[in-house]
Nanobody
C-alpha cells in the first residue's frame, strides 16, 4: 500500500494562488492515474484534476483554466497549481491513486 502526503495548503485571499504537493512513498506517478480531490463541509466530494501515466489531464469544469496538474516522477511528487482562487474553493484537498489510497489532506481556505 502506498502512503500519500499532501502539503501546500493555507489561507489565501481571493485571487491568490497556492501550489499543492503530494508525495508518494513509492513511485506511482509513472504507472498509475492519480488525482486531486476536494471536500468542503456540506458539499459533495469533487474530483478536481487527474493525470494519467501518459500525461493526459482532466480538470473539473469548476476549476478549468485556473488549475494545472503535473508530476515529477523523479521526486515521487504530484502537484496542483491553483490560481485566481475563489472563496468557493475553500476545502480540504486530497490526492489519490487508482487503488483509492488517500492522503490526510491539506486545508485550503480562501478569504473574500
Amino acid at each position: 500500500q502506498v502512503q500519500l502526503v499532501e502539503s501546500g495548503g493555507g489561507l489565501v485571499q481571493s485571487g491568490g494562488s497556492l501550489r499543492l504537493s503530494c508525495v508518494a512513498s513509492r513511485n506511482i506517478f509513472a504507472s498509475d492515474t492519480t488525482s486531486w480531490h476536494r471536500q468542503a463541509p456540506g458539499k459533495q466530494h469533487e474530483l478536481v484534476a487527474s493525470i494519467t501515466p501518459g500525461g493526459t489531464t482532466y480538470y473539473a469544469d469548476s476549476m478549468k483554466g485556473r488549475v494545472t496538474i503535473w508530476r515529477d516522477t523523479a521526486l515521487n511528487t504530484m502537484y496542483l497549481q491553483m490560481n485566481n482562487l475563489k472563496p468557493e474553493d475553500t476545502a480540504t484537498y486530497y490526492c489519490s491513486d487508482s487503488s483509492r489510497n488517500w492522503g490526510q489532506g491539506t486545508q485550503v481556505t480562501v478569504s473574500s
